[in-house]
């Protein structure tokens, strides 16, 4: 492994003399290390390297270039705005050849960027101000690249969150049903045939004008933000892969569905899953409050929408590989998708218990 990554060094223009590599992170999609560099100060310096998925990300070029341009427009208004761009975004390590991957004889595609210090991801939130304070980081995130012309980015995985043909293939399985497993899940699925009117609700948003294309993270997990150790500040967002054009609202619905169930996703004890109205007020609190300039008064209209939305968005695509056989989720025991795909309904249910109150929440905050 030594030999293979002095060999990959090389090709990137990192200072200093290459020591040591170790696995680092917690992502299950890309391959992320840790290097340590020697510096002629004798002090050391970290790199991140990683190997873009390209099983998953289809069009890896396509990943770069859009990060490219994001990460050089967000250093620039960092910097006009006073702050640290060295520590609140993404610094890409360029190749030798000035370019910002490296694909090697196997046709594996390298990145490498600077490691921010003195920072760290959570899985879990560690006290109620992560959750205000992570939000805060995505809608600065969403502000920053507010002025961004977004039709410059690739389109690197179409129809991401284009929730009606979610719904579609989600029928298509249903239709097909390989494996013989609908009989085994028809609550399930009648919940999800009740609620096909909500798929295209923002889609028909977008298709009349109503709502903006802009630049979204499209997976605003709480552990995409990069927390200060000193401050509990959420710094910068990372896992910038799926930056894309999208809808803003469901940046904060998908923020909103991965934070607000104290439980794990894949919960088999509905009991333990529930949607929390306390954390919601925190994360609509803290995207509003750095996103809130820039959105207009319908994509506002719709944030709590989304976050049910999404949900049944991630329903639909937990249900639809369980029916196709488990293709494209990894599980790790029979039924696992099934389960994924329950405690997302569990949520939903809640969502739409809450729902009046969540509408509240998001007003007071918008008009503050």
Known sequence: MDRNFRSLVK???????????????????????????????????????????????????GVMHNLELITHHLQ???????????????NLIPTNDGTS????????????????????????PKEPAHYYNASSAFGRFSNLLADFPVNELAVTIPDFHHTPKRFENFIKA???????????????????????????????????????FRVTHNDTKFENVMIDDRTGQ??????????????????????????SNPAAEDEVNLDKVYFDLEIFDHLAHGFLDTAGDMLTPIEVQNLAFAARLITLEQALRFLTDHLMGDVYYRIHRPGHNLDRCRTQIKLIQDMEAAFDQMEKIVNIYWQR
């Open 76 to 90: 620039g208004k960092i910097k006009s705005q006073g702050g640290d761009p060295q520590r609140e975004t993404i």
């Open 11 to 61: 090709k990137f223009a990192f200072k200093g003399e290459f020591i040591d590599a170790a696995p680092y992170g917690f992502g299950h999609i890309n391959d992320t290390y840790a290097l340590i560099f020697q510096l002629e100060t004798q002090t050391q310096q970290r790199y991140i390297l990683q190997r873009i998925n390209h099983n998953v990300f289809k069009d890896p070029v």
């Open 101 to 124: 991957y490296y694909q090697d004889e196997d046709g594996e595609y390298w990145r490498a960027e600077v490691f921010i210090e003195d920072a760290q991801t959570y899985q879990i």
């Open 174 to 212: 249903l239709e097909n049903d390989p494996k013989n497993r609908s009989q085994h899940m028809k609550p399930e699925i009648q919940f999800l045939l009740n609620r096909e009117a909500e798929t295209s609700v923002l889609v028909h948003l977008s298709e009349t004008g109503q709502i903006p």
């Open 234 to 259: 959420g710094i910068c967002v990372i896992d910038l892969d799926t930056v894309m054009p999208g809808w803003i609202d469901f940046d904060f619905g998908d923020a909103v569905r991965s934070g």
